[in-house]
């Protein structure tokens, strides 16, 4: 999708070199892709402590 946006230079010119990118879009997708990784963990590691598992998972693997 083409998409016009306003993003400071200056920013941009980091991304490119922390991800040693070579184009302005492989950098901004590799941002994006790893903003979206780290909200996901974020999102796990607030589960931390909600969740509950059983030792049993080879009788329910066998169950279904």
Same mark, same amino acid.
């Given at each position: 999708m083409? !998409? !016009?946006l306003d993003i400071p230079e200056?920013?941009?010119k980091k991304t490119m070199k922390l991800s040693k990118s %070579? !184009? %302005?879009t492989k950098? &901004?997708?590799i941002?994006? /892709? /790893?903003?979206i990784r780290? %909200? %996901?963990l974020e999102g &796990? &590691?607030?589960m931390e402590g909600k969740l509950q598992?059983?030792?049993d998972w080879e009788k329910a693997r066998h169950a279904r």
């Open positions: 083409k !998409t !016009t200056n920013l941009v %070579k !184009t %302005k950098a &901004i997708i941002a994006m /892709e /790893e903003y780290r %909200k %996901k &796990i &590691i607030r598992f059983s030792n």
